[in-house]
């Protein structure tokens, strides 16, 4: 019988039970691809963090959903990163190293965790007549597709209509066949931030990811665009909410800095 440290953190929040959930799971060795699978579907979370160290401040990251492996997760790296830091207080930065082979370089800031994303474009892109219905939205500034996360992005104007949405899960689930998910987006009405997002997956996680980092590869630039700015505030306006900071560096790599809390420790018994 192995024991696995596991943890279950709160990323992009500082408040426990908001932002959005992950697991994280300490690996002393690898693990079969379907031993993870099975843990992400018996934790439940939206995603489950795997990392391996293999130097001092470098890891192996790979990310499952309760339905597949998830090749880029953004609130599961934060999550990962708060829990080396607390394991290592005295490592400034870690590089994550996903499936994909990109160097995730996490640096501190205070009390808040940066991380170096890359940055992913957007193509125009129509959004079918029964994905918008069972959304339950009927005006539409923009859609587009991002190819390298395989998700929608839909524009509306007006977040009291983002806030509000009450998706039928099943009928959006037949109305596309060859998206991960779709990205619902508006502009800020609250001066505080920039703009708004909610994020639905029932293809290839849950129902709703609470707060989505990894939509922010494609979401900043894509507002950076719109709004001529570099560094903007995003809310995402789940039940549960979540908030973090986002920079354009240059055209290939962008920063997302929020916080995380921990609120579970134990041991997973396989």
């Excluded at 379907?34 to 995603?47: D, H, N, T, V, W």
């Excluded at 940066?114 to 859609?143: C, D, H, Q, R, W």
């Excluded at 709703?208 to 665009?225: I, N, Q, R, S």
Aim: glycine residues 4%.
């Amino acid at each position: 019988m192995n024991n696995l440290t596991t943890y279950i953190v709160d990323s992009f929040t500082n408040e426990p039970f908001k932002g959005n959930p992950a697991g994280v799971c300490i690996l002393e060795t690898k693990l079969d691809d379907s031993l993870m699978l099975s843990i992400a579907k018996e934790l439940g979370l939206s995603e489950t963090a795997f990392i391996l160290r293999s130097s001092v401040a470098e890891y192996e990251i790979r990310f499952f959903s309760p339905v597949m492996e998830i090749p880029l997760c953004g609130h599961a790296t934060m999550a990962a990163a708060k829990v080396v830091y607390e394991q290592y207080p005295e490592l400034e930065t870690i590089h994550f190293t996903n499936i994909q082979h990109l160097d995730l370089k996490i640096e501190r800031e205070k009390q808040q965790i940066v991380m170096t994303f890359p940055v992913y474009s957007t193509l125009p892109a129509e959004a079918p007549k029964a994905l918008l219905g069972a959304l339950g939205i009927e005006k539409v500034i923009n859609s587009a597709f991002n190819d390298e996360m395989k998700i929608l992005l839909v524009e509306i104007d007006d977040c009291n209509v983002l806030r509000n949405l009450n998706p039928d899960f099943e009928a959006l689930k037949r109305s596309h066949d060859s998206i991960n998910g779709v990205l619902i987006t508006a502009i800020a009405e609250n001066p505080e931030f920039d703009f708004e997002s909610r994020y639905f997956w029932p293809w290839s996680g849950t129902n709703e990811d609470p707060v989505t980092g990894g939509t922010h590869t494609f979401l900043a630039k894509y507002w950076a665009d719109r709004l001529k700015k570099r560094k903007m505030k995003s809310f995402q306006c789940s039940e549960r909410t979540g908030t973090m900071e986002v920079e354009m560096l240059n055209n290939d790599w962008l920063t997302i800095k929020s916080t995380a809390r921990i609120v579970f420790e134990g041991r997973l018994r396989i």
